[in-house]
């Protein structure tokens, strides 16, 4: 297994919360690592028919079979089961009594929200960050086979090339997860929907033109994205608030959470068509902005990233929300350096008056070094940006 840094948060959490939650994608890791962690707890799946069964018809007794806790793996398949534990955690009064885990955020957060608060800590965990692989001597070497294997863990501890994994993946996703949140009557529909949102990673959303290009209503595709973040399968970036005495975009940017993903979807299958691919800065920007998530959630920490644009065109890929104050990160994919890549952190600082919060750039080359008062990152340390 490659250690995940979210493994000393759920230890945090488990000293002050009598729950812990863990949820992401499929296959993100999440079993594997509440098992790492906790390994003195019994585990018990509810996709086993017969251990859900149990849990929905007697889940008194069904607790009762764990007086030292245990993990209960895809509880969002028994959302009732939520109700109660909040009764018998509260009369055991034990830290780190059971962990959670679960693939669909909507079903879950609610439960949760529900019936466990102040009683649960709560980890996303998303697929494997650049900081993992390289910790692990597992990051690829070329930033191009990096943009195309992703962080999934399955990729990187079984002989599979990303071309099969993702083809299973996405049948997978679309015969349980979409089922489960949603009745799709066309599923053939959705699929083209799916790889119209890849098409699209890394730009302002415009639902009603998605909508019209999937042949659909603009209510039916808001509903269908709320499926693909419901799922983790994509991310919106929000606009900041401050606007600087500027007219702001109000539009969320749409991004996957996994770069690899997208460019599956898209029909990029080796490094040659990715290296003149339109939409290689896309696939590039939305790999950094998910390092950049990964990073808070990994620390247990809300995401607290936004993007910065104008009426006029002024824009920064990302603003990062610290305690000193907003932090300005701009990404290019090029692997050289070009000074007029600092002309839109130029015009922020500017702008915002806000040059006492250093600002970044994450960039496709190997270096990493400051340049005219920006550090600038290498996209093997991109986290760094907001560390």
Not at 128 to 153: F, K, W
Not at 154 to 170: C, K
Request: with cysteine; net charge neutral.
């Amino acid at each position: 297994m490659i250690p995940r840094i979210a493994a000393e948060t759920l230890k945090r959490l488990a000293k002050g919360f009598p729950v812990v939650a863990l949820t992401g994608p499929r296959q993100s890791g999440k079993t594997t690592l509440a098992k790492w962690v906790f390994q003195d707890k019994p585990y018990v799946s509810l996709e086993n028919p017969e251990e859900r069964e149990f849990a929905k018809t007697d889940p008194k007794r069904f607790l009762a079979r764990y007086p030292q806790g245990a993990i209960l793996d895809e509880v969002q398949r028994c959302p009732d089961l939520l109700s109660w534990l909040q009764g018998l955690v509260d009369e055991r009064g034990l830290m780190g009594d059971f962990v959670l885990t679960g693939s669909a955020q909507f079903e879950l957060i609610e439960g949760l929200s529900q019936s466990l608060a102040g009683r649960v800590g709560r980890v996303e965990l998303l697929p494997l960050s650049a900081a993992e692989l390289s910790a692990s001597g597992q990051l690829p070497s070329m930033l191009s086979q990096a943009l195309l294997t992703g962080g999934y863990p399955a990729l990187f501890d079984r002989p599979v090339s990303p071309q099969d994994w993702f083809a299973n993946y996405m049948a997978t996703y679309v015969e349980r997860d979409v089922r489960q949140l949603i009745a799709v009557r066309d599923l053939g529909q959705f699929q083209l929907f799916v790889k119209m949102c890849a098409a699209r990673t890394g730009q302002l959303l415009n639902l009603a033109a998605l909508a019209a290009d999937c042949g659909i209503s603009a209510v039916t595709a808001k509903q269908w994205l709320s499926v693909l973040e419901a799922s983790y399968v994509v991310m919106l970036l929000k606009p900041h608030h401050q606007n600087f005495g500027k007219r702001l975009v109000k539009s969320p940017k749409l991004y996957f959470v996994d770069a690899a993903l997208a460019a599956w979807l898209m029909g990029i299958r080796d490094a040659a068509t990715l290296e003149i691919h339109p939409a290689r800065g896309a696939l590039f920007e939305t790999w950094v902005v998910s390092e950049l998530h990964k990073h808070s959630l990994n620390q247990g920490q809300a995401s607290p990233l936004y993007f910065w644009r104008d009426s006029t065109g002024h824009e920064v890929d990302v603003v990062l929300e610290t305690p000193l104050g907003l932090r300005p990160i701009e990404i290019k994919s090029g692997s050289t350096f070009a000074s007029d890549w600092l002309s839109g952190l130029n015009k922020w600082l500017r702008f915002s008056d806000v040059d006492q919060h250093a600002p970044q750039l994450v960039y496709g080359g190997d270096e990493s070094y400051e340049r005219n008062g920006v550090k600038v990152w290498s996209w093997r340390e991109s986290w760094k940006a907001c560390v």
